[in-house]
């Protein structure tokens, strides 16, 4: 009787302890498969620029003076006198002052060699000035050189044209880029099938080029050699450009 009784409670209490070990089982299984990570897709990108032409608004002239001189007083006084000269003259000419800018002045002793080469001397002293002149007035930009050069200058070391607003050009050029690159996502993900999700990332990085201006007959001998023409210069176009990365989630 007592037999018959212990075969069903031994039977239970089995099926009991292997239901607990078949949950912990599955529970640790469970916790495995959870805490797997499966990697995020590399995004999809297009890149495209875009690009504005815009004419530049103002002109800045380094105009130069070079004198020498045995002594140091004597290039001094020379360089002084043709720099006073070239501001007067462009103050009459109707350059407002704060256009016009001293950007070098120096003096450095000139050497030569003597006929074996093996000692050098002293033979006199060079001055150099370097004056800045900024125009929006592209009208009087040869007038200006040409009355500086009439005044005493004798170099034109280099003549700028940028534009004051330059930031306004840039983002043309930056709305440009993007509107591309918009355009050539949709066209890419139309004909290939693939589903573009969110834009989850642009990227804009932008130059710029100025144009080296064509400048004729600035020097003195270049002025004489043409009888004392005037300068002619063309200002050109500036080429803004801006390029764009956009980034779009694949669903």
Excluded: C, H
Aim: a negative charge; glycine letters at 6%; aromatic letters at 8%.
């Amino acid at each position: 009787m007592e037999k018959t009784i212990l075969k069903p409670v031994i039977i239970t209490l089995v099926i009991y302890l292997a239901l607990i070990g078949v949950l912990k089982y599955a529970s640790g299984l469970t916790w495995s498969l959870r805490s797997v990570t499966i990697p995020k897709e590399e995004p999809f990108q297009v890149t495209a620029q875009g690009e504005v032409y815009i004419k530049p608004d103002t002109a800045e002239i380094s105009l130069g003076v070079v004198k020498e001189g045995k002594t140091v007083a004597q290039v001094q006084e020379a360089v002084n006198k043709v720099n006073s000269e070239i501001i007067k003259n462009l103050k009459e000419f109707g350059v407002e002052e704060e256009k016009i800018k001293t950007t070098r002045y120096s003096i450095d002793p000139s050497y030569e060699w003597n006929k074996n080469g093996s000692k050098r001397y002293l033979v006199g002293y060079q001055a150099n000035i370097s004056i800045a002149v900024r125009t929006d007035d592209f009208e009087k930009l040869n007038q200006i050189i040409d009355q500086a050069t009439l005044a005493g200058a004798n170099q034109v070391d280099s003549l700028n044209f940028i534009l004051e607003d330059e930031d306004k050009a840039k983002d043309q050029a930056r709305d440009i880029a993007v509107k591309k690159a918009q355009e050539k996502a949709d066209a890419i993900a139309k004909i290939s099938g693939l589903n573009l999700g969110k834009l989850i990332n642009v990227f804009v990085s932008d130059t710029d080029y100025y144009p080296n201006p064509r400048v004729y007959g600035l020097d003195t001998a270049t002025k004489e050699a043409m009888g004392g023409g005037t300068a002619q210069i063309e200002a050109g176009e500036t080429k803004i450009t801006a390029s764009v990365v956009l980034s779009y989630e694949i669903k």
